[in-house]
């Protein structure tokens, strides 16, 4: 019990240390030679993303198309779960009834035994009530489980899913350091806490 606070306490905790991103900074070359090889760095970025930018929204109406067809698909797939599930009910609730009645029946004979051999120390009472309880046992564990109910497909989760393969990550601030570094400046790193710094 102890251990498992200690668990907690250490994950929360965990959870408010601090975060950190990483920040560049850019030193230009010291040559004012330079300036038109940066200028076209900051065009080529400029291009990338504004590429990057259209082809994501290419993707999220790509993404919606999709979607329609997923739904389709995934509505029938649906129905005939649903079709399977309600066979599987109906089978659970004839299956449980005849479990709830043998149950019934193997519990008064447990009751009525057990009085047998506690009463009239009868070892034939007793044995039989080892028996009962034995069978009561694997009864117990050997109860109908009620089936799974499908789930409704909804479109605006098939959606959701479909457009989380669109990105705006192309990669262009990547691309713009190094044009950067060979128009001779300097990119360096800075890891900057944004949140719970000390």
């Known amino acids: 019990m102890h251990r498992l606070l200690w668990v907690c306490i250490a994950l929360l905790f965990a959870g408010c240390g601090p975060r950190y991103v990483i920040k560049n900074e850019y030193i230009p070359p010291a040559s004012s030679r330079s300036q038109p090889c940066l200028n076209n760095c900051s065009l080529i970025r400029q291009g990338c993303q504004d590429q990057c930018q259209q082809n994501y929204q290419y993707c999220l109406d790509d993404a919606y198309g999709k979607a329609k067809a997923v739904e389709m698909d995934e509505q029938r797939a649906y129905e005939m779960a649903y079709s399977r599930y309600q066979m599987d009910m109906m089978r659970f609730e004839m299956d449980l009834r005849h479990w709830q009645r043998d149950y019934y029946d193997y519990s008064?004979?447990?009751?009525?035994?057990?009085r047998q051999c506690e009463q009239n120390k009868d070892p034939n009472a007793c044995k039989r009530r080892d028996e009962l309880r034995r069978y009561m046992n694997r009864l117990n564990h050997d109860r109908p489980r009620e089936p799974w109910v499908p789930t409704r497909p909804t479109f605006e989760q098939i959606l959701v899913n479909q457009q989380s393969f669109c990105t705006t990550n192309c990669g262009c601030d990547q691309h713009y350091d190094t044009c950067f570094v060979g128009c001779g400046g300097q990119?360096?790193?800075?890891?900057?806490?944004?949140?719970?710094?000390?």
Do not use: A, G, T
């Open 187 to 198: 990119v360096i790193p800075h890891k900057i806490c944004v949140e719970n710094c000390d």
């Open 108 to 114: 008064r004979d447990l009751s009525h035994f057990q």
